[in-house]
């Protein structure tokens, strides 16, 4: 079945700094790959997706695009803020099913 | 417009008993999943009611059990619980319509259920 495997954290920056977690995928064929972000004490909400191969989602300064060669959807912010301190889950459907997530990456940024 | 609502925000419950969890979608939306999210784990997927039937079920025994009622607010209970049920559990709504359905999500806070 379709799998994601997320980098171990917590990972923590300093303000400003560049932050890349990575995320792979297995899928049969080629679904929508989703990142998700949970905020201290909230559920989750969607950051950004991307439907097809080479497709780049993008908000909040956060991007990911679809790499069919290396099964990647990486997530880069070019300079994170205090309030980006959150939980980040790569996703993707499996078949019929609601998305599957991975296990987690958290972010911790220091002013 | 209300996102999705879920209640008790806590709650503390002791070995085989029995918990019941409430949550009530976004307007618009008629499809509610549950998800179970264990400390430093990722969601996983409980099950899917639309149309007040069980639709998908991911691996969980049948301890887990739900229910949604027609104004499409959705119950999940479970029996007999252990000590390994203790996490938040998570519900997600969504419009069924194609592949929205289970790409579409909103998520509510969720329930703090800690068994001792």
């Known amino acids: 079945g379709n799998s994601v495997t997320q980098m171990e954290g917590p990972v923590t920056l300093s303000e400003e700094a560049f932050l890349t977690i990575n995320c792979t995928y297995t899928?049969?064929?080629?679904?929508?790959l989703f990142w998700y972000v949970q905020y201290p004490g909230e559920g989750l909400q969607l950051l950004l997706k991307a439907t097809k191969a080479d497709d780049k989602g993008s908000n909040k300064g956060f991007e990911a695009t679809y790499r069919k060669e290396t099964t990647s959807f990486h997530l880069e912010k070019g300079s994170v803020q205090v309030s980006d301190s959150a939980v980040y889950f790569c996703a993707l459907p499996m078949g019929n099913t609601p998305l599957v997530f991975g296990k987690g990456t958290r972010l911790s940024v220091i002013a | 417009d209300a996102g999705v609502t879920q209640s008790p925000t806590h709650l503390i419950k002791t070995r085989g008993q029995q918990v019941t969890l409430r949550c009530s979608p976004k307007s618009g939306h008629d499809t509610v999943s549950w998800y179970q999210q264990a400390l430093g784990q990722g969601p996983q997927f409980i099950f899917q009611?639309?149309?007040?039937?069980?639709?998908q079920r991911g691996n969980f025994p049948d301890r887990f059990s739900g229910h949604q009622f027609p104004n499409y607010s959705s119950e999940l209970n479970v029996n007999a619980l252990l000590l390994g049920d203790s996490a938040l559990y998570l519900c997600?709504?969504?419009?069924?319509?194609?592949?929205?359905?289970?790409?579409?999500?909103?998520f509510g806070s969720g329930t703090q259920l800690s068994v001792l």
């Open positions: 899928a049969t064929g080629y679904p929508s």
């Open positions: 009611y639309y149309e007040e039937e069980e639709r």
């Open positions: 997600a709504s969504s419009l069924r319509q194609g592949l929205s359905t289970n790409e579409k999500l909103f």
